[in-house]
């Protein structure tokens, strides 16, 4: 293994570009006789659209067009729809609603696009966004998750009633009800797992550009340029996919917000057919914290059952998701199909029934954020577990390793369907158990109530499913100076997918890292790519680049057996060379490809020194670990001072335990985020966004967080040939439970056992008085 292999601490090559101002990425493109759009909002949740006016607007200079629905309609665009098609509990099809391009006659949100304004430039859009005149009939919203079905509240469609979507189970209701009945104690919880906006430093964007045969271009940031393409081709415009190129360049930020098709990435394509020119629109962070899909927003009440011994028997789940006010393409499948399978954790659970109901809001849509399901599920069982442990009287760690599925059964398959194929729980919970110092704990505590502080100890222990799924294709290319390019549909939006790839490159034909080079995000130069979500891209594309290496050097072989007049079958490679077995005589990896650029391959062979590779994995990686968060309180004020925060994670085999590291800690900033501050509020009255500025919704600083202390246990991944397991949102799902499970354990002596995320200062403090004043009355 070389210097730039993996495993090794490689620092990564993008950087330089980045932190010195050459990233490239969409608002950087401006093309020739571009022009500007803005999209016009709805200030209503829920309105009746009486009628449009855009006199006043086209009759400023600079004005070039307004398109509404009725454009939209006269050109024969189709909406967005969603791919996923559940069945209810009873065997019956869940409402689809399609999710229009613009709004028709009704708008549902605070932010659902009525218009796109086109002008010369910026200031004229602006202007033109003041003079539309849109007659709008309001009417009552509903913006609460769990009243959303109850009687007598707004409907968001007719042929939803009661605001469902669909009503999903999975499970053995049955044979849950029974282990209940018999159950010797239970734990049971209700919990908040409140909405979020993913806020990317990048907000979305598109340009649409046109040229003199017809054939589209949409410049975009996204996660993947090929499902883009397929959605706005064949399925939103009706063309050749050949007829539409999707280009990405760099991304500021995905976190799963970026994946699925926009209204405004169709509208751009849409507004440069009809005016023959570019079309560019940039949205604005009040554009991200209105209509980008917003993450989690679920209600849940969930149970265990469980033995004298404090053995579980059996879990209950029934959570209510919010859908929004259209169904964003994933929406259905977040709460469902993506994160339920991972309920029943890491323990040895015999059986559990899962609902979910799904329902329609006056609220932005709800889809993918970093975890996409997998958090909410880890959230549920480790707070149950923990309330688990309350009501036994054993300690949060007994209370798991009695109940932990131990390293000798894998693979497990767990009672929701879900196949483990690797891991060591008590493991990863035993290193973090002693590097927390649990038994200097309560000196700590003592010492933080001298100044008046409460102090608390919390854990979590985690597992969660990805890098399953679709397959990946690379293709390395060595030119003629002997640098190579990779190839691949995968996306990278932060990550360091241009040295991790490079590295895996490099280490399997002996190069510096610095001659690879990647190439991204365009479908007229990458055949094919499922993009990046679920982190899938190193687990999935890294073998795909592994594999396409291997062709490479194979080709390779046969192309210096003919210069070098000697049989395939007789030709090595290493270190950067081919070598006929037992002789002196070889051909370096860089003469090859120029000989084969200047046309000396033998008959059948391209003139090209490359390889392709595609892996399809088998099933998921599993990565797991436990997070121990020691954190103070101020009872007078509510305020949270994270102290300590220990992570041992089980990723398998690591590629770049640099990157990795940053990873985690990225991860466990938005978890954190989550659990203390973050909240995407809705006024219950009006539909109202209160939180659409960084004034009102809170975001991570850099003083919510300690020195991350990050280890590594790792269990080999047997899904995946290099053994890698995802890592991309690991911490942002072990990280809320583990800070809510330490702040309840500070706030034990008032009698606390629950407060829902986001814990604020000002809902602890208040949680606090009232327990104050209970135990006054008492």
């Known amino acids: 293994m070389g210097q730039f292999g993996m495993g090794q601490p490689v620092r990564r090559v993008e950087d330089q570009r980045f932190v010195t101002g050459q990233g490239r990425y969409t608002d950087d493109i401006s093309l020739p006789n571009q022009a500007y759009a803005l999209v016009l909002r709805s200030p209503y949740a829920h309105a009746t659209i009486k009628g449009i006016d855009a006199t006043d607007a086209l009759a400023l200079p600079g004005a070039l067009a307004v398109l509404t629905a009725a454009d939209v309609k006269a050109a024969g665009l189709k909406p967005l729809m969603t791919p996923i098609k559940l069945k209810n509990r009873d065997g019956s099809p869940m409402v689809v609603v399609p999710r229009l391009l613009l709004a028709e006659d009704t708008v549902r949100y605070v932010g659902d696009a009525v218009a796109l304004v086109i002008a010369e430039d910026l200031a004229t859009a602006r202007d033109m966004l003041d003079t539309v005149m849109v007659d709008y009939e309001d009417h009552p919203a509903i913006v609460e998750t769990a009243r959303a079905v109850e009687p007598g509240v707004p409907q968001v469609y007719p042929e939803a009633p009661g605001n469902i979507c669909f009503d999903w189970g999975s499970g053995q209701p049955e044979a849950v009800e029974a282990a209940f009945a018999k159950a010797a104690k239970t734990a049971r919880v209700r919990l908040i797992n409140n909405r979020l906006i993913s806020h990317a430093m990048e907000p979305r964007n598109a340009i649409g550009d046109i040229d003199a045969d017809g054939r589209l271009t949409l410049y975009t940031s996204s996660q993947g340029v090929h499902d883009l393409q397929e959605v706005f081709a064949d399925e939103v415009f009706g063309l050749p996919r050949e007829k539409l190129r999707v280009v990405t360049p760099d991304v500021g930020g995905g976190f799963g917000t970026k994946i699925f098709p926009y209204p405004e990435q169709a509208l751009v394509l849409l507004a440069a057919q009809k005016l023959g020119r570019p079309v560019k629109w940039t949205g604005e962070r009040s554009d991200s914290s209105q209509a980008d899909a917003h993450g989690r927003d679920n209600v849940t009440e969930a149970a265990v059952a469980m033995d004298a011994d404090g053995k579980f028997l059996a879990l ?51 889809d993918a954020y970093r975890g996409a399901g ?362 809320p439970p583990a800070v809510i499970n330490a702040l309840i354990e500070a706030l034990r002596p008032y009698g606390i056992t629950h407060i829902d995320m986001p814990a604020t200062p000002h809902k602890i403090w208040r949680a606090i008085q009232a327990a104050q004043v209970k135990a006054a009355a008492e």
């Open 316 to 366: 209950s789940v029934d959570t209510i998701a919010n859908l929004g006010g259209t169904l964003s393409p994933y929406g259905p499948f977040i709460p469902t199909l993506a994160g339920t399978m991972m309920l029943t954790g890491v323990y040895a659970i015999p059986c559990a029934s899962v609902r979910v109901r799904g329902v329609f809001t006056h609220t932005a849509p709800v």
């Open 374 to 735: 997998r958090p909410e599920a880890a959230y549920v069982i480790e707070r149950l577990v923990e309330e688990a442990a309350r009501v036994t009287g054993l300690s949060s760690a007994e209370i798991r390793r009695r109940n932990f599925i131990p390293a000798a059964a894998m693979p497990y398959k767990t009672a929701l369907g879900q196949t483990y194929d690797s891991g060591d729980f008590n493991q990863t919970l035993t290193e973090a158990l002693r590097l927390g110092d649990l038994d200097g704990f309560e000196a700590r505590r003592a010492a933080s109530a001298a100044k008046g502080k409460l102090r608390g100890i919390g854990l979590s222990s985690y597992i969660e499913a990805c890098a399953g799924g679709s397959p990946e294709d690379a293709r390395l290319v060595m030119d003629a100076g002997g640098k190579v390019t990779i190839f691949i549909g995968t996306q990278s939006n932060g990550q360091g997918h241009a040295t991790a790839y490079g590295q895996l490159a490099a280490d399997a034909l002996g190069l510096d890292i610095a001659e690879v080079t990647m190439v991204q995000g365009d479908t007229d130069r990458i055949r094919t790519g499922g993009g990046t979500g679920g982190s899938r891209s190193v687990p999935i594309g890294g073998v795909a680049v592994t594999r396409a290496a291997e062709a490479l050097i194979e080709k390779g072989k046969r192309l210096a057996a003919h210069l070098l007049e000697a049989a395939t079958a007789d030709v090595e490679f290493a270190e950067g060379r081919f070598t006929i077995v037992g002789t002196d005589r070889s051909v370096g990896l860089t003469e090859v490809a120029a000989k084969a650029k200047a046309g000396q391959v033998p008959d059948g062979e391209t003139p090209e020194l490359d390889g392709d590779g595609r892996f399809k994995p088998p099933a998921a990686t599993f990565p797991n670990g436990t997070h121990i968060v020691e954190l103070e309180v101020d009872p007078d004020t509510g305020g949270v001072t994270l102290e300590r925060y220990i992570v041992v994670d089980d990723f398998g085999a690591v590629v770049n335990p640099l990157m990795l590291a940053g990873q985690v800690h990225g991860g466990i900033a938005q978890g954190a985020g989550q659990a203390l501050i973050e909240e995407a509020a809705y006024d219950p009255e009006s539909g109202q966004l209160l939180t659409g500025s960084f004034m009102d919704y809170g975001m991570p600083r850099a003083d919510l967080l300690p020195q991350i202390e990050f280890h590594l246990r790792n269990v080999p991944c047997t899904t995946n040939p290099l053994g890698i397991k995802g890592a991309g949102e690991a911490g942002a799902i072990g990280a």
